[in-house]
């Protein structure tokens, strides 16, 4: 987490105005149809109840400070410095399909098949999107582990309301940037851009150089961007109803650094599993590894079910 992510006491200051507005508006409304005590009286109450519930709500949906510092890899300040140094004139402004739900995109000249799609005016994996709609919840925590430049953030951004969150992760520091200016260009308050990769354990990792042509596809290695790999347990997330990952062949580790996460919310789970290997086509060794990856979701209470390519849906018993 860096200085230039979006501060979660702004997040909190204009939720509360939001909602404080809807709230008064709410009182005035349902006071109109009580003849048995004073209007002020209701209003009041049920005012004083709304902003009680909200609170809970945002308190509920909210991380510490604490859990967003780095443990590791000391960088807040240099990354927030290259955020800041963010190359506008390297970008240009493109519109999503899909109104409002999608936002706007800043996006560069980098060939990149996620990119290009997108300059056509085409939407990245409307399959995932679909399952986004259908399983995320308004006023509630979403995670979106491996965010790339937050196409699926923003919608999930919509989708959670004012008083839900959205915590994004993203390693790879241009992409992570990418990530962060977008959500400001959309006024995606509600999100937490983090540049963490997760995983199993507490370490500094190195991502492979980016890949040419699919810089989402880079996975951990050598010889690219350092950066803080932590479980998903250490931010100490409650109130979770949607977790989607694409972690690049890193999903057991993942899963099991959440699986306190998935036990106490029991979210739906949206994840890639060994990406780029179809089930009727993939080498003995990745079924293997998709097989195991399945089951481990299953043992933590879940049925999975195969809608994409290699995205599978995990559902709670």
């Not at 009182?27 to 009580?34: E, T």
């Not at 699919?214 to 951990?220: A, H, K, L, P, R």
Request: charged content about 25%; aromatic content about 8%.
């Amino acid at each position: 987490m860096t200085e230039s992510s979006t501060s979660p006491s702004r997040v909190l200051v204009v939720g509360f105005i939001l909602l404080a507005v809807v709230c008064l508006y709410q009182a005035f409304r349902l006071s109109q149809f009580s003849s048995k005590v004073s209007e002020d009286d209701i209003s009041l109450a049920l005012l004083q109840e709304c902003v009680l519930n909200v609170q809970a709500t945002v308190s509920t949906n909210e991380i510490t400070e604490d859990a967003l510092t780095p443990r590791l890899l000391l960088d807040t300040d240099d990354i927030a410095d290259y955020v800041e140094a963010f190359p506008v004139d390297d970008y240009d402004i493109y519109p999503m399909p899909g109104g409002l739900i999608t936002g706007n995109l800043y996006l560069d000249d980098v060939k990149d098949v996620i990119k290009d799609e997108l300059k056509k005016g085409n939407l990245w994996e409307t399959h995932v999107i679909d399952m986004i709609v259908k399983y995320a919840q308004r006023g509630t925590t979403i995670l979106d582990v491996g965010a790339h430049i937050g196409v699926h953030s923003l919608i999930m951004s919509k989708l959670a309301g004012p008083t839900g969150r959205v915590y994004a992760y993203e390693p790879q520091k241009k992409l992570y940037r990418e990530l962060v200016h977008n959500m400001r260009l959309n006024d995606a308050i509600n999100v937490v851009p983090m540049r963490y990769a997760a995983g199993d354990t507490l370490a500094v990792i190195e991502m492979n150089p980016p890949t040419q042509g699919n810089e989402g596809g880079t996975s951990v290695g050598e010889g690219g961007d350092q950066a803080e790999l932590r479980t998903i347990d250490s931010f100490g997330f409650k109130n979770v109803s949607l977790i989607k990952l694409d972690v690049e062949h890193l999903e057991d580790q993942v899963l099991e650094g959440a699986r306190q996460t998935i036990l106490e919310s029991n979210p739906v789970i949206l994840v890639e599993i060994q990406g780029g290997y179809l089930p009727d086509s993939a080498p003995p060794g990745i079924l293997k590894k998709k097989a195991a990856t399945i089951k481990r979701i299953e043992d933590m209470g879940y049925s999975v079910l195969r809608f994409g390519y290699y995205d599978y849906v995990g559902i709670p018993n």
